[in-house]
C-alpha cells in the first residue's frame, strides 16, 4: 500500500492481522501529527479532568498516574478531577472551570477520569472555539461522547473516543493493546487498524470519522450540538437491552442520519441479559433490521466500547474503511489530495 496516496482502503493481505494479535507498525514517514496537531514530545503530558460523574475509588486515579507513567506518559491531576457533588464531580460550574483549565494549560492530551453522566448539561456553556483552539488531544468515551459530538458539531475539531484513566488505565494491570493503540493513535503512528469483521457487509469507502456512544448520540438529536456529518458511523453502548439499541437505531433512521452514511461499524454492546419473552430476538437480531431497513453496509467487531480491549479513534478526521476476507480495516492515515 503506497502510504501517502492509496485508490482502496484495503491495505495488501500481508499488511495487517487481528487486532487483538498484534498493533500494525507502519509508521509515517513525517514526524508531525496527521490532523495537523504538532508532534507530541519523549514524554508528553496527560491533564486529567472530571467532566462528568464523581470519581468513586480515588485510588484508581493513583493507579492511573503511575501505569501512565510506565507507559510514557507524565499525568496531571486538574485540582477539581477528586471532587463531589451529589453524584457529579463538582458543580456544573466547579466542571465548566476544569474544562477550561484543561485548554488553558500546557500540557498536549486531556483525558476523563471517568464517564457517567453529566456532561449533556454544561454543552450551551463551554466554549467550543476555545477548546478547538487550544489543540489538546481531549480523549475518553461513553458520557465524554457529548463533549467529541458537540466539539464536532460546533468546530470540526477532531477528538479522541478511547480509553479513560479510571475504567481503562486504573487497575493494577492495563490491557496491553489498549494502552499501545493509545499511544500510537495519539503519536500518529498507527496507520491501519484492522479486526475480524466476519459478518461484515462488502465496502470500500472514506469519509469523516464520527459516533460513540449510541444513547448519548441519540440524546442529541435536535440540539445544536448533533453533527451533520455524512460520513463513517461507529457505535457502542453499555446496559442497553437489544430491543432499546434498536429503538435508538430507529430513531437515527427515521430521523434520516444512518441512511446518508457511508457505512455504520459496529462496537461492543455489553451488559444487557435477555429474557425467555425475547424468544431467540437478540443482537443479531438488531444487526439484520438494521441492514434490512437502512442498506447500508454495516461492519460490526469493532474493537471499542465499555470492554477491556479498546481501540483509540480519531472523531472528525478523514478516514478509509474496507473489508475483505472476514478482516476490516480502518485507514487512519487517510490523506485527502482533492484539494
Known amino acids: 500500500m503506497n502510504r501517502r496516496r492509496s485508490t482502496r482502503a484495503v491495505p495488501p493481505a500481508h499488511a495487517a492481522g487481528p487486532v487483538h494479535d498484534h498493533v500494525h507498525d507502519q509508521r509515517h514517514a513525517h514526524h508531525g501529527h496527521e490532523h495537523g496537531l504538532p508532534a507530541l514530545g519523549r514524554r508528553p503530558g496527560i491533564y486529567l479532568v472530571s467532566p462528568s460523574g464523581a470519581v468513586p475509588e480515588p485510588e484508581r486515579i493513583d493507579h492511573a498516574r503511575a501505569n501512565l507513567k510506565a507507559l510514557g506518559f507524565q499525568a496531571v491531576l486538574d485540582r477539581g478531577a477528586m471532587l463531589r457533588r451529589q453524584r457529579f464531580a463538582g458543580t456544573d460550574e466547579q466542571r465548566l472551570a476544569a474544562l477550561a483549565r484543561a485548554a488553558a494549560q500546557k500540557h498536549p492530551i486531556v483525558m476523563a477520569t471517568r464517564g457517567g453522566y453529566g456532561l449533556s448539561r454544561l454543552l450551551p456553556r463551554i466554549d467550543w472555539t ?143 441479559k435477555l429474557t425467555p419473552h425475547d424468544d431467540g430476538y437478540d443482537l443479531s437480531s438488531v444487526i439484520e433490521w438494521l441492514r434490512r431497513e437502512t442498506g447500508v453496509p454495516v461492519v460490526p467487531g469493532l474493537p471499542f466500547g465499555h470492554v477491556k ?25 487517510e490523506h485527502d489530495h482533492s484539494h
Open 130 to 272: 476555545a477548546m478547538a483552539d487550544s489543540g489538546k488531544r481531549f480523549v475518553g468515551h461513553s458520557d465524554f461522547t457529548f463533549f467529541q459530538l458537540a466539539l464536532l458539531a460546533k468546530t470540526g475539531a477532531v477528538s479522541y473516543a478511547g480509553p479513560m484513566a479510571a475504567f481503562d488505565f486504573g487497575g493494577k494491570r492495563v490491557d496491553d493493546l489498549t494502552a499501545a493503540l493509545f499511544a500510537e493513535t495519539l503519536r500518529g503512528e498507527l496507520e491501519i487498524l484492522s479486526f475480524e469483521s466476519e459478518q461484515a457487509d462488502a465496502v470500500d469507502c472514506r469519509g469523516v470519522l464520527w459516533g460513540g456512544n449510541l444513547a448519548v448520540l441519540v440524546s442529541l438529536l435536535g440540539t445544536p450540538y448533533f453533527p451533520r456529518t455524512r460520513g463513517i458511523l461507529f457505535l457502542e453502548d453499555v446496559n442497553e437491552h437489544p430491543y432499546r439499541v434498536e429503538r435508538m437505531l430507529v430513531q437515527l433512521a427515521q430521523a434520516g442520519v444512518l441512511g446518508r452514511q457511508k457505512a455504520i461499524v459496529l462496537g461492543s454492546f455489553t451488559d444487557y
Open 309 to 333: 480491549t479498546k481501540a483509540t479513534l480519531p472523531v472528525g478526521a478523514r478516514v478509509g474503511l474496507a473489508t475483505e476476507g472476514g478482516m476490516a480495516y480502518l485507514v487512519l492515515a
